[in-house]
Antibody, heavy 118, light 108 residues
Framework: QVQLQESGPGLVKPSETLSLTCAVSTYSISNGYFWGWIRQSPGKGLEWIGSISHTGRTYYNPSLKTRVTLSVDTSKNQFSLKLSLMTAADTAVYYC???????????WGQGTLVTVSS | EIVMTQSPATLSVSPGERATLSCRASQSVSSNLAWYQQKPGQAPRLLISGASTRATGIPARFSGSGSGTEFTLTISSLQSEDFAVYYCQQYHNWPPFTFGPGTKVDIK
């Protein structure tokens, strides 16, 4: 059973950059797989943000590509999301997940609510 | 981008009855489709991949079928723990992966 846990601020001001980290336990990121971020808001449902491999190869949602940066730290067994120029439309629950065969999500974190407000 | 739609938006079913949920893709996704279950306050849970392959630990009452643009998730005999929202996701043509808007299965 792979366990994932998101951490980061619950409140971000408009125009600021969101930084979230996903700590993975009971599985070493170095062993493989892609690792992804998905968000869920009432207005847009589930939205894939991007995925990163254990070697740092990335894929991003084209709609967010200009604002998203994913990174991986195998020494800490975690991966991270940065989303810049936050607006109210980015208010959502953000999930991290393991990406099975690079394309669907078999283990998820519990999610963290991020609200964008001044 | 492939757009996923799901119907109905809400399905009211009595415990023990059969539930049939539909997912449609705006273009063919072959069998590259997954289903997830989400309960309130929880993360989605993978049920099915490859349109019809149950994930580890998923009960046999859950079955998936279809290919191309039309897919079905069937719950053969609804248990109390099955009342939830169900989402489909295509992974045929990406980026991006795209999800349907969900079908809520509630108690009749």
């Amino acid at each position: 059973q792979v366990q994932l846990q998101e951490s980061g601020p619950g409140l971000v001001k408009p125009s600021e950059t969101l930084s979230l980290t996903c700590a993975v336990s009971t599985y070493s990121i170095s062993n493989g797989y892609f690792w992804g971020w998905i968000r869920q808001s009432p207005g847009k449902g589930l939205e894939w943000i991007g995925s990163i491999s254990h070697t740092g190869r990335t894929y991003y949602n084209p709609s967010l590509k200009t604002r998203v940066t994913l990174s991986v730290d195998t020494s800490k067994n975690q991966f991270s999301l940065k989303l810049s120029l936050m607006t109210a439309a980015d208010t959502a629950v953000y999930y991290c997940a393991r990406v099975m065969v690079g394309v669907y999500f078999d283990y998820w974190g519990q999610g963290t609510l991020v609200t964008v407000s001044s | 981008e492939i757009v996923m739609t799901q119907s109905p938006a809400t399905l009211s079913v009595s415990p023990g009855e059969r539930a049939t949920l539909s997912c449609r893709a705006s273009q063919s996704v072959s069998s590259n489709l997954a289903w997830y279950q989400q309960k309130p306050g929880q993360a989605p849970r993978l049920l099915i991949s490859g349109a019809s392959t149950r994930a580890t630990g998923i009960p046999a009452r859950f079955s998936g079928s279809g290919s191309g643009t039309e897919f079905t998730l069937t719950i053969s005999s609804l248990q109390s723990e099955d009342f939830a929202v169900y989402y489909c996701q295509q992974y045929h043509n990406w980026p991006p992966f795209t999800f349907g808007p969900g079908t809520k299965v509630d108690i009749k």
